[in-house]
T-cell receptor, first 117, second 114 residues
């Protein structure tokens, strides 16, 4: 079945560091990928929609200069948390779905736990 | 704006007990409905989905859900839970059309005791 790979799975770094998270669709091409953020004991909140070949679409309240998204190819989207601070510590999850043939559901990566010291 | 409400945040059941997890949504249009499960240490996995047709949908591992349009509900059920069903369950809603962004409920943590 469709698989989405996310890397790294865990990052611990100092405040002020920029962190890049990769999301890959392993056996299908995805023109659109989604980035979510999940705080402890809370739901997944959509941050942005990553569009291959064009700018990402950010949800209200998400700083586009803080969370840089690049959809470089049909199988790779990256999320870069720039100048990360402790409040950016969270669980980041990406998802993608194969091209729409019969309303394909999204497939999720394993997530990246980001801890900023 | 769309929203999804899951009423049960924590549920504890004994093995063989029946399960029903509530999910209500608010959305101004036709929707696709999903239940995802997240086992400890694993990624979100699709349990079942509703796009159209029979409002009673069956998913993996004996789960089913019923879409009641008049109640804006999509409750998840299983007649007899197992210890291995211990996980977090998320209800999600998205506009019709595959691959679109989803709105998730807050999740229900299910613990099944032996």
């Amino acid at each position: 079945g469709a698989v989405v790979s996310q890397h790294p799975s865990w990052v611990i770094c100092k405040s002020g560091t920029s962190v890049k998270i990769e999301c890959r669709s392993l056996d299908f091409q995805a023109t659109t990928m989604f980035w979510y953020r999940q705080f402890p004991k809370q739901s997944l909140m959509l941050m942005a929609t990553s569009n291959e070949g064009s700018k990402a679409t950010y949800e209200q309240g998400v700083e586009k200069d803080k969370f840089l998204i690049n959809h470089a190819s049909l199988t790779l989207s990256t999320l870069t948390v720039t100048s990360a601070h402790p409040e950016d510590s969270s669980f980041y999850i990406c998802s993608a779905s194969p091209p729409d043939r019969e309303n394909q559901p999204q497939h999720f990566g394993d997530g990246t736990r980001l801890s900023i010291l | 704006a769309q929203s999804v409400s899951q009423h049960n945040h924590h549920v504890i059941l004994s093995e063989a007990a029946s399960l029903e997890l509530g999910c209500n949504y608010s959305y101004g249009g036709t929707v696709n409905l999903f239940w995802y499960v997240q086992y400890p240490g694993q990624h979100l996995q699709l349990l079942l989905k509703y796009f159209s047709g029979d409002p009673l949908v069956k998913g993996i591992k004996g789960f089913e859900a019923e879409f009641i349009k008049s109640k804006f509900s999509f409750n998840l059920r299983k007649p007899s839970v197992q210890w291995s069903d211990t996980a977090e369950y998320f209800c999600a809603v998205g506009p019709t059309g595959g691959g679109n962004k989803l709105t998730f409920g807050t999740g229900t943590q299910l613990k099944v005791e032996l």
